[in-house]
């Protein structure tokens, strides 16, 4: 293990020498939490690090842009990438350790095994990005026997990915705890997000507008409006607000992230509500719970 006693988080490159870690850790009595991200960390990761510390003795966060969630022109090679800052930020909220594995190690003999929860990842982002979820569970089941947690922390910033992550687990008994954490905004509203670093300062100002009209049409659906009225009234908003296409805003079951019924819900219903635009060449992503 590379020990760093310049204030970031010590650092394990290979799946061995985490395993060896992990083992001590757990011979002598600790729980492990684990924080999956891409880093470019932003306080939204980093509450991800406090929450999973509140339930396990040990945490390892991994950073790994992962190739496989990516399709073709998309962001991969432009990534943000800053494994120095990345590092202090973890050591900053306690991180015990920094897994990061390089494409070899997570991938050794390609990808002939992949993992895939279907019906809950075609739907919504997995419209528009139909490889994207596949990615992310191969490489989720794949960090989570590398790492062997107790407990992982995701963040409901990212809903359906939560959601798929809670159901692979149930499906494949990984005996791990998955815990969603809220999603941490800037004062605008804005979700932090590691692509915000691509908006123009124009853009920037514009993008609290996905929020807005989140919690706009969350309100409506509140009082009984009808799904497709609230919906349409949030995608004219977008529209107003700067942003150019507006992939989908979707009322959803909060579970299964299925299509609701256009009817209004029903007292003490909880649903999802999400919705993803592009701000310019950015596509932002956010979500909100919804009453009645
Ligand atoms: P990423 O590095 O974007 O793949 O994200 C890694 C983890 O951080 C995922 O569980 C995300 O849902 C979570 N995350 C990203 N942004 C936020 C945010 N603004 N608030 C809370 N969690 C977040």
């Known amino acids: 293990m590379n020990s760093k006693t310049d204030g970031t988080t010590p650092t394990v490159r290979t799946r061995?020498?985490?395993l060896q870690q992990v083992k001590a850790w757990k011979q002598a009595g600790d729980t492990v939490g684990f924080v999956p991200?891409?880093?470019?960390?932003?306080?939204?990761?980093?509450?991800l690090v406090e929450k999973a510390r509140e339930k396990a003795t040990r945490i390892v966060a991994s950073i790994f842009v992962n190739p496989t969630q990516f399709a073709p022109g998309e962001d991969f090679d432009t990534y943000p990438r800053d494994e120095s800052a990345d590092l202090a930020k973890l050591a900053s909220v306690g991180c015990?350790?920094?897994?990061?594995?390089?494409?070899?190690?997570?991938?050794?003999?390609?990808?002939?095994?992949?993992?895939?929860?279907?019906?809950?990842?075609?739907?919504?982002?997995?419209?528009?990005?139909?490889?994207?979820?596949?990615?992310?569970?191969?490489?989720?089941?794949?960090?989570?026997?590398h790492v062997q947690p107790d407990v992982a922390v995701f963040g409901e910033k990212d809903y359906q990915q939560l959601q798929i992550i809670r159901r692979m687990v149930r499906d494949l008994a990984f005996p791990i705890d998955i815990l969603g954490a809220p999603t941490a905004r800037d004062a605008d509203g804005l979700a932090q997000?590691?692509?915000?670093?691509?908006?123009?300062?124009?853009?920037?100002?514009?993008?609290?507008?996905?929020?807005?009209a989140l919690h706009r049409a969350?309100?409506?659906?509140?009082?009984?409006?009808?799904?497709?009225?609230?919906?349409?009234?949030?995608?004219?908003?977008?529209?107003?607000?700067?942003?150019?296409?507006?992939?989908?805003?979707?009322?959803?079951?909060k579970d299964t992230l299925q299509d609701l019924p256009d009817e209004p819900l029903r007292d003490g219903?909880?649903?999802r509500l999400?919705?993803?635009?592009?701000?310019g060449r950015t596509r932002l992503i956010d979500n909100i719970s919804v009453t009645r």
């Open 16 to 18: 061995l020498e985490l």
């Open 37 to 47: 991200t891409m880093g470019a960390l932003h306080s939204g990761h980093l509450s």
């Open 96 to 145: 015990d350790l920094a897994y990061l594995p390089t494409v070899d190690e997570m991938y050794p003999e390609g990808t002939l095994t992949n993992v895939r929860v279907e019906s809950m990842s075609d739907v919504l982002d997995g419209i528009y990005r139909p490889h994207f979820f596949y990615g992310v569970t191969t490489v989720v089941a794949r960090l989570f026997l």
């Open 193 to 212: 997000s590691s692509r915000n670093l691509y908006l123009t300062p124009d853009e920037r100002r514009n993008a609290g507008a996905l929020q807005a």
């Open 218 to 253: 969350a309100m409506r659906l509140s009082v009984g409006v009808r799904p497709s009225i609230a919906l349409q009234e949030a995608t004219q908003l977008l529209s107003r607000s700067g942003f150019g296409n507006v992939d989908y805003v979707s009322l959803v079951d």
């Open 269 to 271: 219903m909880v649903a």
């Open 274 to 279: 999400l919705g993803a635009a592009w701000m």
